[in-house]
């Protein structure tokens, strides 16, 4: 066996096959939100924080899954960020059909504060009029299922965590968004750890999905809320870092089938939006995605390792150059299939790879890009983002 070939089935199937197991082990971690649903004894009061930035009509979705949740004991409010379509007449106008449960706000244009990010701000505002014991941040794309609330305050309650965030399903319609998105989502569960938020034990290791998030009112209020994450691009992620800096009890679940998002529907948005999370779950240090574009050539290499095992076989009769890169295939798309199965979608684009991959690594070019230069463009506001000041309590 060559150096080269040896340096081949390291750097291939043998990495993928750890990358595998990996995913395995991250599943059993977050693999803990199932049906059926037991009801609850005594449910605490929850309010529902709903931020919204020109959605427009497509809010209604989310503000019906919202007041359709089974929970028997929540309230509803909905904050329009400086939006310039029909989204705050939309909230005004379910803030007067249901007076009793659902309470509209409004943050005029130029009435962001100097220091914050759009986000941050309006949740911090919505906030600061939560009644409930608990506080459910829903983003306004999100589709929650009936029974999503009372899962996740079901795990909460019994097993005494503070704070629990489900990674929802991406709904993904047409090619480039199902090919791409359940490969973004994977490589940033990657280069988090985003698993090891369940570890007790870790205290610097944590992620947050701020598409559903609860956190009990109680200790939101203790760090400081969103004003302690107040300019950070990916603020769920740096409030549940807090959060678990501080001792309390995090936890990160799947939850695909309890609540789905569709998260970007154009290139553009995917690029923006990807860069915004890869350079803010990296605090702007482009190694982990310099790292994670190595990763991704490394599984690229099979497609050439496969022609050259080829020719090899049939100039020299050696076939060991086509065994490994058909190991490395199998294992390349047994991995990829997982990853797609995971994100809720078809398995059948595992396949396209060649293509998916390509896409990914302009994608983490972009986001070095934007670790360099600190620009970010999202939901219509651009941010030079300055490196993220560390999150006070």
Not at 278 to 300: D, E, H, K, Q, Y
Request: charged share 15%; aromatic share 10%.
């Amino acid at each position: 066996m060559t150096i080269t070939l040896l340096v081949y089935i390291l750097i291939g199937p043998v990495l993928w096959a750890l990358f595998g197991l990996s995913i395995s082990m991250a599943h059993a971690r977050m693999n803990k939100l199932r049906r059926p649903i037991a009801p609850l004894a005594n449910p605490p009061s929850v309010t529902v924080l709903i931020p919204a930035k020109d959605e427009g009509e497509a809010v209604r979705e989310c503000l019906d899954r919202v007041l359709a949740l089974d929970y028997p004991s929540f309230n509803v409010v909905a904050i329009d960020d400086r939006s310039t379509d029909s989204t705050g007449a939309i909230f005004d106008e379910y803030a007067a059909k249901y007076a009793e449960k659902f309470k509209a706000m409004h943050i005029p244009q130029g009435g962001l504060p100097a220091g914050w990010l759009g986000k941050c701000n309006a949740l911090q505002t919505a906030a600061a009029h939560a009644d409930g014991e608990w506080i459910l941040f829903v983003d306004s794309d999100v589709k929650v299922e009936p029974d999503a609330l009372t899962g996740a305050m079901g795990l909460a309650l019994g097993r005494q965590y503070d704070v629990v965030s489900l990674m929802t399903r991406l709904e993904c319609h047409g090619f480039w968004e199902t090919l791409i998105l359940p490969l973004c989502a994977a490589s940033v569960g990657a280069m988090t750890l985003m698993s090891l938020t369940n570890d007790d034990n870790r205290k610097s290791m944590a992620f947050a999905n701020g598409q559903f998030f609860l956190i009990k009112r109680s200790v939101y209020e203790s760090v400081g809320g969103h004003a302690a994450v107040k300019d950070n691009i990916v603020e769920d992620v740096a409030l549940m870092r807090l959060m678990k800096s501080k001792g309390f009890v995090t936890r990160l679940f799947f939850g695909r089938d309890f609540a789905s998002t569709r998260m970007h529907t154009t290139f553009r948005q995917i690029f923006n939006g990807w860069a915004r999370i890869f350079s803010g779950v990296s605090n702007r240090a482009p190694a982990r995605i310099i790292l994670a574009m190595l990763f991704v050539v490394s599984g690229l290499l099979v497609y050439p390792a496969l022609i050259a095992g080829a020719c090899i076989l049939a100039i020299h009769h050696d076939p060991k150059w086509i065994i490994a890169g058909a190991a490395h295939l199998a294992i390349l798309t047994i991995v990829l299939t997982v990853i797609y199965r995971l994100s809720g979608n078809s398995r059948r684009y595992s396949l396209a790879f060649p293509i998916g991959g390509g896409v990914l690594l302009a994608l983490y070019a972009f986001a070095v890009r934007a670790c360099r230069t600190g620009k970010i463009a999202w939901r219509g506001t651009s941010y030079s983002a300055s490196i993220p000041t560390p999150p006070r309590a």
